[in-house]
């Protein structure tokens, strides 16, 4: 039997996980307080930055977020 295709997401860019990766030293302790402090972020860190970020950030939080998302 045929299985859905899943979408595969792009991989990230270097840009975006440095990006991700400034974020959450920024945000470290308002955000990701529950993460090791040292993390150097990867691609499947992100979904998890994006969501602390949009849950426990600021404003400024919430854009990169979004800039994260693109």
Do not use: Y
């Amino acid at each position: 039997m045929n299985e859905p295709s899943k979408a595969v997401a792009p991989p990230a860019s270097p840009a975006k996980l440095a990006l991700a990766q400034q974020a959450f030293e920024q945000f470290h302790s308002r955000c990701f307080w529950f993460m090791c402090e040292d993390l150097r972020v990867g691609e499947e860190d992100l979904e998890t930055i994006i969501r602390g970020l949009r849950a426990h950030g600021n404003r400024e939080a919430f854009l990169l977020a979004a800039k994260l998302c693109r």
